[in-house]
């Protein structure tokens, strides 16, 4: 089920993060109620389709017994939405009909950004390894930011 926004949304226990891609998918988990959040490895795809990623979250949800889901919308810097949004939108309606595990989207404009900045310098080839997953992880912590503050 895709909600509005955080008012009914689980305060506690495991959320994972998306970062959505279509070739690279970011996720990340969090532990201990959201006190510590933490990356997990890149799923790739060699071609688009939202059933197959939908497939591999399905299995990391049932696995880690995740509560909620949040995934980062693609957003103009105007607000406006995109073709990519469109797409995310696409991808998290697939999800929703595969598990009853509660989903919101929040704004991921320039996650990506800021997880670069997190990770330092590092070389191209481990940037395109690991940055989705950090900028799941920006995304999750933002999230997790709101949350708290109600």
Known sequence: MILRDFKVFPKNGKLMGIDWGARRTGVAVSYMDGMIVS???????PRYSHQELAEKILKIVIEEKIDGIVIGLPMRMDGSESETTMRVRE?????????????VFIDETLSSVAAQEDMGRVRVHDIKRVLDSNAARVILENAIAMIKRG
């Open 39 to 45: 990356a997990r490895p890149v799923i790739s795809l």
């Open 91 to 103: 991808f998290a309606d697939v999800l929703s009909k595969k598990t009853d595990v509660p989903m």
